[in-house]
């Protein structure tokens, strides 16, 4: 698939099998810290972002409360709109484009990051995605508004979309 908005790593590559394309593998060794991704798209207002044929879902990140940055059409999906979730991820945020390596990623694993650390969706707009990741951390449902777990909060912290990061961090020092 060809890169149109954005940048994945040279080490990472996109794995399909016979029911479609899915998830992102590394091809080679990952240090921590490694910039995995780089995200691109078209900034569009919530309620716009498009759900593609065929239960593809939806492909966007979510950048704001009000906004996802992401393709438009199906024709426009890229590499980097691949990642799949998982409960105890390899990958999280440095600002609101960057995918990053958490820890150090071997050959072949999968990249994976928590939806809970981009999502947060208003009242009205249910999201709800079964989980069977497998890991012990697994919440089992994943929903639209998982970074108000105060577990993920701690276990994320400074890995959440900026947005998220943001709140959190003014939650905390209204706290204190
Ligand atoms: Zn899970």
Redesign the pocket.
Known sequence: MPLFHSWLNPALEVRCNSKGCRGVYAKDFLPARERLAIWGGHVMHLADEPVFSGGRGDFAAQIEERFVLGPKHESELEDTDFFNH??SPNAGFKGQVFLVAMRDIKSDEEITFDYGMVLNLPEGQPYRIE???G?PN???IVTGNDWKLPELQKRYDGWFQWYLQEKIDQLKNNAE
């Open positions: 998982s409960c989980c069977y990741c890991s697994c919440r089992g």
